[in-house]
């Protein structure tokens, strides 16, 4: 699993480096500078950007790595941290009593909540239980797959008693949150690693920097352009999910051209197992208790990585036809659809900064 998400990093490393390199990357003091950090939201998050000295990309570094450390502490639901409460504390707590727990927390649970009421059902953060069981037996199933077995509709069932986001109860003024019934569980693996990489790019862009992208498994949020080349946009690559992902570096569906936004993928080739021939992958239609099988990925592009990473969820949830509808009323949400047939749908925005639809770099 781990190795995928490595490539999958790699990927958008790779060809964000061949812009540098076509660019020729320098004016008179910028430098293209890269780092990898490594241990946080179970992936290799990539730093790619222009300054004038190593010492302040080596601050800029700094920053963000503060910032996905904490994030990536926060939202973990199966360890726990010294000195911190996190998702896990809030879990152990359900029924029990309210856990206080760091601002950021409670403003990336608030906006979940927020972004669930304006949108269709199909992101529930209140899911764990359900998700829990799925996990487990995808856990035993890839370790053993000679073994590996599907949950049982009935145990889905009962833990999917206990997953109604309105049973969240959010403080603000106390910052803590409680999940008023036992047997509940938050998972905020929908957002966490979009919102982690929003928050970074914000405080960088505070910071004073204005050219760089940070690749974050799947996640690619962009700000500025490239620096003192011929060309004035980054370039992302999208997984082709047909292919074997570990035999082929260059596996790529597609290529978006951007400034200013942010690129993220769900699909259903990264987190699986296989049990009788079939694939069994992460993400769970809270409809059927089952994984979503409308679709092999789904990709959005719009500006706040946090949105992005919540959509690319949820339009993987919802069937073509509300994704469709929910795209004509959000004009800043690009979409693209990778059907079970290699076929793909496109929103008209998707298709202007696609490579194979005739975009080119500005
Ligand atoms: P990834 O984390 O692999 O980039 P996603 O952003 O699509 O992919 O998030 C998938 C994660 O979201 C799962 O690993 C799980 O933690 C959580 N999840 C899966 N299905 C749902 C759902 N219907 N609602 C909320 N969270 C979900
Ligand atoms: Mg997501």
Same mark, same amino acid.
Not at 232 to 253: H, V
Not at 320 to 340: R, T
């Given at each position: 699993?781990?190795?995928?998400?490595?490539?999958?990093?790699?990927?958008?490393?790779?060809?964000?480096c061949s812009i540098v390199v076509t660019t020729g990357c320098n004016s008179d003091k910028t430098k293209r500078?890269?780092?990898?950090?490594?241990?946080?939201?179970?992936?290799?998050?990539?730093?790619?950007?222009y300054?004038?000295? *190593? %010492?302040?990309?080596?601050?800029?570094?700094?920053?963000?790595?503060?910032?996905?450390?904490?994030?990536?502490?926060?939202?973990?639901?199966?360890?726990?941290?010294?000195?911190?409460? @996190? =998702?896990?504390?809030? @879990?152990?707590?359900?029924?029990?009593?309210?856990?206080?727990?760091?601002?950021?927390?409670?403003?990336?649970? *608030? &906006?979940?909540?927020?972004?669930?009421?304006?949108?269709?059902? !199909? =992101?529930?953060?209140?899911? #764990?239980?359900?998700?829990?069981?799925?996990?487990?037996?995808?856990?035993? #199933?890839?370790?053993?797959? $000679?073994?590996?077995?599907?949950?049982?509709?009935?145990?889905?069932?009962?833990?999917?008693?206990? &997953?109604?986001? *309105?049973?969240? /109860?959010?403080?603000?003024?106390?910052?803590?949150?409680?999940?008023?019934?036992?047997?509940?569980?938050?998972?905020?693996?929908?957002?966490? %690693?979009?919102?982690? &990489? /929003?928050?970074?790019?914000?405080?960088?862009?505070?910071?004073?920097?204005?050219s760089?992208?940070?690749?974050?498994? !799947?996640?690619?949020?962009?700000?500025?352009a490239p620096i003192g080349g011929d060309r004035n946009?980054?370039?992302?690559?999208?997984?082709?999910? @047909?292919?074997?992902?570990? +035999?082929?570096?260059?596996?790529?569906?597609?290529?978006?051209?951007?400034?200013?936004? +942010?690129?993220?993928?769900?699909?259903?080739?990264?987190?699986?197992?296989?049990?009788? $021939?079939?694939?069994?992958?992460?993400?769970?239609?809270?409809?059927?208790?089952?994984?979503?099988?409308?679709?092999?990925?789904?990709?959005?592009? &719009?500006?706040?990585?946090?949105?992005?990473?919540?959509?690319?969820?949820?339009?993987?949830?919802?069937?073509?036809?509300?994704?469709?509808?929910?795209?004509?009323?959000?004009?800043?949400?690009?979409?693209?659809?990778?059907?079970?047939?290699?076929?793909?749908?496109?929103?008209?925005?998707?298709?202007?900064?696609?490579? +194979?639809?005739?975009?080119?770099p500005?």
């Amino acid at each position: 699993m781990f190795g995928k998400s490595l490539i999958r990093s790699f990927i958008v490393y790779l060809l964000a480096c061949s812009i540098v390199v076509t660019t020729g990357c320098n004016s008179d003091k910028t430098k293209r500078y890269t780092t990898h950090l490594i241990g946080y939201f179970d992936t290799v998050i990539t730093l790619i950007g222009y300054c004038d000295q *190593q %010492k302040t990309f080596d601050r800029y570094v700094q920053m963000a790595e503060e910032e996905f450390s904490q994030l990536h502490q926060l939202c973990d639901r199966y360890h726990a941290y010294p000195d911190i409460a @996190n =998702v896990r504390t809030i @879990n152990l707590n359900a029924g029990k009593q309210p856990v206080q727990v760091p601002e950021v927390l409670v403003e990336l649970i *608030q &906006t979940a909540l927020i972004w669930q009421e304006e949108t269709e059902e !199909g =992101v529930n953060i209140a899911l #764990g239980s359900v998700l829990d069981i799925w996990h487990n037996y995808r856990t035993m #199933g890839i370790a053993d797959p $000679g073994q590996a077995q599907l949950p049982a509709l009935e145990d889905l069932t009962e833990a999917d008693r206990h &997953t109604d986001s *309105q049973q969240i /109860e959010i403080n603000p003024a106390e910052k803590t949150v409680f999940l008023r019934e036992t047997g509940m569980s938050l998972d905020l693996g929908a957002l966490a %690693k979009g919102y982690a &990489t /929003e928050r970074v790019a914000q405080k960088l862009i505070e910071a004073g920097w204005t050219s760089f992208a940070i690749s974050s498994g !799947g996640n690619v949020r962009t700000v500025g352009a490239p620096i003192g080349g011929d060309r004035n946009q980054w370039s992302i690559g999208i997984e082709d999910p @047909n292919e074997d992902q570990n +035999s082929d570096e260059n596996a790529l569906i597609d290529t978006v051209y951007l400034t200013d936004g +942010s690129v993220v993928t769900s699909g259903d080739y990264q987190r699986y197992y296989t049990v009788n $021939g079939k694939r069994y992958h992460h993400i769970i239609d809270p409809e059927t208790l089952m994984p979503a099988d409308h679709f092999r990925s789904v990709t959005i592009v &719009t500006e706040d990585s946090g949105w992005a990473d919540y959509l690319s969820t949820l339009l993987f949830v919802l069937p073509y036809d509300e994704g469709v509808i929910f795209a004509e009323e959000n004009p800043d949400v690009d979409v693209l659809w990778v059907f079970s047939d290699g076929q793909t749908q496109m929103t008209d925005g998707m298709a202007s900064r696609l490579k +194979s639809m005739g975009a080119v770099p500005d």
